[in-house]
């Protein structure tokens, strides 16, 4: 079993910056797949970013592509997602999400979801 807990949401003018994290319980943080995804008011849940075990391979939606950064310490049991020029379209509650390593693609399965964290940018 694995737990997540994520941090760092808030207000944020456009073009600010905000780090949102990802805190995992367990022992076996390093043998999953971690990703970001977002679900904004009255839309679907979409993908953001995922990083492999190692921290080697990522990958990211085309809207946050050159803006947003995903990386991992296996160390420290966590997972950020660095957010740079933010506009008012990435409003939403960011979730991040574990899977099993063989996740390589990043479309599934997410095993473990946080309970999300709220991210709001204002024009």
């Known amino acids: 079993q694995v737990q997540l807990v994520e941090s760092g949401g808030g207000l944020v003018q456009a073009g600010g910056s905000l780090r949102v994290s990802c805190a995992a319980s367990?022992?076996?943080?390093?043998?999953?797949?971690m990703g970001w995804f977002r679900q904004a008011p009255g839309k679907e849940r979409e993908f953001v970013a995922g990083i492999n075990w190692s921290g080697r391979s990522t990958k990211y939606a085309d809207s946050v592509k050159g803006r947003f950064s995903i990386s991992r310490d296996n160390a420290k049991n966590t997972v950020y997602l660095q957010m740079n020029n933010l506009k008012p379209e990435d409003t939403a509650v960011y979730y991040c999400?574990?899977?099993?390593?063989?996740?390589?693609?990043?479309?599934?399965?997410?095993?473990?979801w946080g309970q999300g964290t709220q991210v709001t940018v204002s024009s």
């Open positions: 367990g022992r076996t943080f390093g043998s999953y797949a």
């Open positions: 999400a574990a899977g099993p390593m063989s996740n390589t693609g990043y479309g599934g399965p997410w095993d473990y």
